[in-house]
């Protein structure tokens, strides 16, 4: 069985950081892409960024320039890292990943971290 953990969320004033991390434990033999989406009151589920198992990173325009997203290969996890926050990142965040059990090759979420931008 696989988990997808996140943690790093919370309430924060516009122009301020967070750093949300996923880890993913179970029986796991590869990991390829991972991500985080969000949604937001009343939205859709889009995504934010996303980084391949080499490192090659995409972003959502409206993010470009204040999030950065990570990952450590040895550790199963990615990060990222949200800097000059706005009320409009205000969302839950999810982390996904593509990744091969031995058994198929499956998309898996984490439970979801909530980010609120608010003064």
């Known amino acids: 069985q696989v988990q997808l953990v996140e943690s790093g969320g919370g309430l924060v004033q516009p122009g301020g950081s967070l750093r949300l991390s996923c880890a993913a434990s179970?029986?796991?033999?590869?990991?390829?892409?991972m991500g985080w989406y969000r949604q937001g009151p009343g939205a859709q589920r889009e995504l934010v960024a996303a980084i391949t198992s080499g490192g090659v990173t995409n972003y959502l325009d409206s993010v470009k320039g204040r999030f950065t997203i990570s990952r450590d290969n040895a550790k199963n996890t990615v990060y990222l890292q949200l800097n000059t926050l706005k009320p409009e990142d205000t969302a839950v965040y999810y982390c996904n990943a593509d990744l091969y059990t031995g058994v198929g090759r499956i998309d898996y979420w984490g439970q979801g971290t909530q980010v609120t931008v608010s003064s």
């Open positions: 179970g029986r796991i033999f590869r990991i390829y892409a």
